[in-house]
């Protein structure tokens, strides 16, 4: 039987959201860049004179743009549910047991959902 852990302090609590919020911004500078770069590449792929070696670079660096930045607004949707967990007084509960996520855990990947138990568990589908 999992032993009961000790809510979070107010202290530890302001610190998981002071570090969400600068990830948060950083995240969002980053899908700025990447979004400009894509359609800088984009704009350069339309291009008629471009060489075909050219043309398929662009190609390749607007789609890796892209991928980054969907990642990148992946993280801020989670990053996002974290910061409402934490309004609503359930940030570090397990959405799949209720139990106190490990502090180990929290620290590592502040917008986790789960506790390890339940994510091994849904990993291996046991």
């Known amino acids: 039987m999992a032993r009961q852990r000790r809510p979070l302090s107010a202290t530890r609590l302001r610190t998981f959201r002071e570090g969400l919020l600068s990830e948060r911004a950083q995240l969002l500078g980053q899908v700025e860049g990447l979004d400009a770069e894509a359609d800088v590449k984009n704009w350069r ?21 892209q991928s980054l930045s969907l990642h990148a607004r ?45 994510r091994r568990r849904e990993e291996t589908g046991r």
């Open 45 to 65: 792929e339309s291009g008629f004179d471009d060489d075909p070696a050219d043309a398929g670079s662009a190609s390749f660096e607007r789609e890796t743009a």
């Open 74 to 118: 992946n993280l801020l949707s989670q990053i996002d549910d974290a910061l409402r967990r934490l309004d609503e007084d359930t940030f570090g509960e397990c959405v799949t047991c209720g139990r106190r996520i490990e502090l180990e855990r929290l620290e590592a990947l502040p917008y986790t959902t789960q506790c390890m138990e339940c």
